[in-house]
């Protein structure tokens, strides 16, 4: 998350040289691929911490600090 970042809510994954764009909201690749085993990961990770993303989301929307997400592993 980039606190320049424009709406809709979403959040950037990295994985070795993949980078996607996952919407907050609904879970959707915006942009970008990653390994399925990965995409996996990704997408379940987005829809446990949902709540905790929309909150950072808007903390970095008022440029303030942003809370540590746990890892799904």
């Known amino acids: ?3 320049s970042d424009h ?3 979403h959040v ?3 994985y070795g040289e993949h980078e996607v764009r996952i919407e907050i909201e609904t ?3 915006t942009s970008g691929r990653l390994p399925r085993r990965v995409r996996q ?3 379940e990770w ?3 911490r949902r709540i905790e ?3 950072d989301w808007e903390l970095a929307r008022e440029r ?5 997400i746990e890892p799904l592993l």
Do not use: E, Q
């Open 27 to 29: 879970g959707r690749f």
């Open 7 to 9: 709406d809709p809510p």
């Open 64 to 68: 303030r600090p942003l809370k540590r």
């Open 12 to 14: 950037h994954a990295r």
């Open 53 to 55: 993303l929309v909150t």
């Open 1 to 3: 998350m980039y606190y």
């Open 41 to 43: 990961v990704v997408i």
């Open 46 to 48: 987005v829809k446990l």
